[in-house]
């Protein structure tokens, strides 16, 4: 579902806007925005804002509120400030200080990838030990168990290598919930769309925040590596400069990396990433 345009949305959520940023005068719409049914790069009397806006009530307003009680701990040299929120028409609306930059690029020999690797150091050192109330990764994942629901599911349009392995998929999973067990704040939801490079990398769209390991963060952005052409071994060796990750439980990778696969699979949305995840387990698996 793509997000409305500025003419589109209810006048009275645009005079709400307006209260805070003043009279907009352009509105652009990113063309990947997925998860608000409002966002745009306003430019108006008091400055140029990025705002996010969702209908009340939605899933996506739960989201949204994650975002903003994460926002104030965020390091200011890796992610956008959030400068304002206002509610109206049955709306609730974020607005962020508009950052420069274009989609990190995470091929091999990048100049981006190291400006990612400082930005992944700095967040896992500055969100450690987090104090806020936010949903717990282990929670969620105990929940979501994709492994085990595919188990139970006679039915299930399973690759052939996952079919012949689902016991030990099953397994992994069981353990992975406690290996993602942590009290960083993580971001979890890294990749490419999420990261601005600029002089540095900026980090946005924390609305799937929360409470894990501290690597979790490395860890998936490893696989976003393979992805987009490096091979797991190169892509991990990457990941070993960011020192949580160069520390974290081999167990525990492997066995993030199945909950990932799992839930790629259950979902069945991204078949070309989902490959790349059964690639990354199998390299992990040594399969």
Known sequence: ???????????TVRRAVEKETGKVSCSVSPSDGRNSDFLATLQAER???FVKGVLAGSRRERMQQIEAKANPVLPRSVAPRLLWEAEAGGWSLLGFEQVAGQHANFEPGSP???LVADAAVTM????????LDLPSAAEQWAWASPWRRLSKQ???DLDQWDRRHL??????ERQGIDWVRGDSLVHGDLHPLNILVADRARVVDWAWSSLGAPWLDAASLVLRLVADGHTPAQAEEWARRIPVYRDAPDQGITAFSVLVLGMWTYRGAFPRLTEVAR???????AR
Do not use: K, N, T
């Not at 016991?167 to 992994?172: C, F, G, N, P, T």
């Open 279 to 285: 690639r990354y387990v199998r390299h992990r698996l």
């Open 167 to 172: 016991d030990e998929l099953v397994e992994w």
């Open 112 to 114: 981006d990838l190291p």
């Open 47 to 49: 400055g140029c804002f």
């Open 1 to 11: 579902m793509s997000s409305q345009a500025w003419e589109e949305i209810p006048a």
């Open 154 to 156: 006679a039915d299930s």
């Open 124 to 131: 896992a050192r500055e969100l450690a030990r987090c104090s």
